[in-house]
């Protein structure tokens, strides 16, 4: 079911993961591993809402199917945290996973970017590479309850607010203003569970 708001067509399909997105987030911030399922949903929804005709953001498409694997990957890793511990603790990363996620980062851009640019209709096939990249870094390290996981969604978050108003999804671009909301919260409330936590 379809509906008009400030003029745009909005979709009861995009309406449903853009809730379903915002309540997935603010779990991830209260540490709940229920973050992990609504998660999963909200991934499905989307998956399919940028495959679409109208959409075609394939890079987007293809990042919410890796989301699907990291955030069972997350599940699972949130659930039998490692034997000296009884939970995961929110901590920051070491220096070599940085390095690490960093050139991942810039590999994914640079291969994924090229490959859509070369072989399919997407639109904006180099930023949308550079933002699935960036977010499946930020999705691995929720799954080890790394902090620097709110830094690199703050980024995509202002990146990618512009880039869905200039694709008619509204809506979309409204949820990902409140990620962004979410995301500075996150990083406060992380920082502020690890200090307790480590005293």
Request: aromatic fraction near 16%; charged fraction near 15%; proline fraction near 4%.
């Amino acid at each position: 079911m379809d509906f008009l708001l400030s003029g745009q067509n909005i979709s009861g399909l995009e309406l449903l993961a853009m809730l379903s997105g915002i309540l997935g987030v603010w779990l991830t911030i209260k540490q709940s591993i229920w973050c992990f399922p609504i998660g999963i949903v909200n991934v499905a929804l989307y998956a399919w809402i940028f495959f679409s005709p109208e959409v075609r953001l394939y890079a987007d498409s293809v990042l919410q199917l890796f989301y699907i694997v990291l955030l069972t990957y997350g599940w699972w890793k949130w659930k039998h945290p490692p034997v000296n511990k009884q939970i995961l603790i929110p901590e920051f990363s070491n220096f070599g996973l940085l390095v690490k996620l960093s050139a991942l980062v810039c590999a994914g851009t640079l291969i994924v970017g090229w490959f859509f640019n070369s072989y399919t209709d997407a639109s904006l096939p180099w930023l949308d590479s550079f933002l699935t990249s960036g977010s499946l870094a930020a999705q691995y390290l929720i799954a080890r309850k790394k902090i620097e996981n709110w830094i690199i969604w703050i980024v995509v978050d202002v990146i990618y607010i512009p880039m869905y108003i200039y694709k008619g999804l509204l809506l979309t671009a409204v949820l990902y203003a409140v990620f962004l909301v979410l995301a500075i919260k996150g990083l406060r409330e992380w920082k502020l569970s690890s200090k307790k936590m480590h005293a």
